[in-house]
């Protein structure tokens, strides 16, 4: 009998549900890639609907000369005035660039609520099919503003509000689909290197509309809402909600009991007394549910879980009843202020190294992607050392506590050169995303399928939702923070920043104060 060729002993390697899992991790990754790609366009774009001319007085007369040059468009209309795109070349551009900002994330931020009750009633698929659809409408919609000659701010508030609505059916969706899947043993490492997406998906964002940003920022939109359209027609014919849709095969147990929750063979260990038992090895994919000592875990006996019908014929939890899960306030108020300092950052950030660095457009953009480069390595690393130290609350704690300081350092390094702002931006993207990253990510699917639930999967969605709209409110206050103090200088815009993230590690310091309790607790009976 021949030998099998290398690459097919691999494929033959793993089973059949292994490469579901693949596939699905892949295809959940595309699909918000694509999410984010088409909300970066804004910020490149802003660069090029505000252009530096003698009335800003934000460049010196001298480096202007030059710098005019360099960003003058090959292709420009009749109606473009030589500080910009109207209505946004009026010295309050700053603030009507904010509106745009604000519009879309406020927007999102209510959307938000809903969408997770929505979404954990409705099948995944249909749901987040019409919702990238929609969303790929409205972003193209922006753009078009640009060929048909359009200077109504009310045109382009409506574009941004309409897709933060629609925007919503992705995050939800997703990661109820991710946590179906998934178990927690490994949760947050998996998510960690799942949720680069997010990084991956602002660099070709930024990138793509970096790309025609200077000669038709129209297309900086248009083509990003085709690519994000044709995702959704992707999800509709491939994407696979819960493992039981394809008859996936579980494992029962008998000192076990199975629930369809999380991956295809996750068991909730029943209580025991026998010492002998609980000394057995436990498998990794259930060691974050199984910790369930007195003083390392809380107690719902005296909150019970509200639901309602869901699909399925599965109870779907109810807001309140979500909110009751212990943790779930605590890390989306913190969240708040996190996503607070990352979305700035999303939104200005080509427009502070424009002025900064005195670089056209493209060029910002291009170098802002680092940024989220050290997002993508970030967000891994958080979700590495909480799984290693089974500490959620306290990887974020540290990771904020760094991240004040470094934030202070990129204002005044990135003054300094270049080659400096890059340094400053992989530090800053890893250590301002990777709590971020955990938090939306490994915790809410964590919080999610908590063992209050009794192992109903439903929870996911409207968990994830709340955590996630609540962050989106910082997401929404920090861009127009930024439009509102950014006149005044930019510096004191890094002092909101840093009081934001302060913030964020003071909602956590007593899930933080409790993991380390736990662990002491843990080591003294360990010595005994």
Avoid at 148 to 162: K, S, T, V
Wanted: hydrophobic residues 45%; charged residues 15%; contains cysteine.
């Amino acid at each position: 009998m021949a030998q099998l060729p290398p690459g097919i002993h691999f494929i033959t390697s793993f089973s059949r549900d292994q490469w579901y899992r693949a596939f699905i991790f892949s295809l959940t990754f595309l699909l918000y890639a694509s999410f984010h790609l088409s909300r970066k366009p804004i910020s490149i774009v802003k660069g090029e609907l505000h252009k530096h001319c003698a009335a800003s007085h934000e460049v010196e007369l001298d480096s202007y000369k030059e710098y005019a040059v360099r960003i003058q468009p090959v292709k420009k209309l009749s109606n473009v005035s030589q500080c910009g795109w109207e209505p946004f070349d009026k010295n309050n551009y700053k603030q009507l660039l904010g509106a745009l900002d604000y519009s879309f994330l406020c927007a999102y931020a209510i959307g938000m609520y809903l969408s997770g009750i929505i979404g954990e009633r409705l099948p995944i698929r249909y749901y987040l099919t019409v919702g990238m659809l929609t969303s790929g409408l409205f972003t193209a919609m922006f753009g078009l503003g640009y060929f048909y000659n359009i200077h109504n701010l009310w045109f382009y508030i409506m574009a941004q509000i309409a897709n933060g609505l629609v925007q919503t059916t992705g995050w939800p969706s997703v990661v109820t689909c991710i946590g179906n899947w998934f178990g927690k043993g490994r949760r947050g490492l998996i998510m960690g290197i799942w949720n680069s997406h997010t990084s991956v998906g602002n660099i070709l964002g930024s990138l793509i509309a970096a790309y025609w940003v200077s000669t038709c920022w129209g297309l900086s939109f248009v083509v990003p809402g085709v690519i994000i359209a044709v995702m959704g027609i992707v999800c509709f014919l491939f994407l696979i909600e819960h493992p039981k849709d394809i008859s996936c095969s579980c494992t029962p147990s008998s000192s076990s009991k199975t629930f369809p929750n999380g991956a295809c063979r996750f068991r909730v260990q029943m209580p025991t007394v026998n010492a002998k038992e609980t000394s057995k090895p436990q498998d990794p994919e259930m060691q974050h549910l199984l910790m369930d000592s007195e003083n390392c875990s809380v107690s719902l006996e005296s909150s019970p879980v509200v639901t309602g019908e869901g699909r399925h014929g599965t109870s779907a939890i109810s807001f309140l009843g979500a909110l009751r899960i212990p943790g779930v306030i605590e890390f989306s108020l913190c969240l708040l202020f996190a996503k607070l300092v990352s979305y700035t950052f999303l939104f200005w950030l080509p427009l502070y190294i424009t002025n900064v660095e005195h670089l056209d457009a493209k060029r910002a953009g291009d170098l802002s992607t680092l940024f989220d480069v050290g997002g993508i390595f970030g967000g891994i690393l958080a979700g590495l050392i909480s799984d290693r130290l089974e500490k959620r609350a306290s990887t974020c704690g540290m990771m904020l506590l760094l991240a004040a300081p470094t934030l202070y350092m990129f204002s005044a390094v990135s003054k300094m050169g270049l080659e400096a702002t890059v340094a400053m931006l992989l530090i800053s993207g890893a250590l301002v995303n990777g709590p971020y990253a955990l938090i939306t990510t490994a915790v809410s699917a964590d919080l999610g399928t908590h063992k209050s639930l009794k192992g109903n999967a439903r929870a996911l969605s409207t968990v994830t939702a709340i955590i996630d709209g609540t962050g989106s409110v910082g997401a929404a206050l920090g861009p127009l923070l930024a439009g509102l103090i950014s006149p005044s200088g930019w510096n004191n815009v890094f002092y909101m920043l840093m009081v934001a993230d302060a913030c964020a590690l003071l909602f956590l310091l007593r899930l933080i104060q409790k993991e380390l309790r736990c662990n002491a607790d843990r080591t003294l009976f360990k010595e005994h």
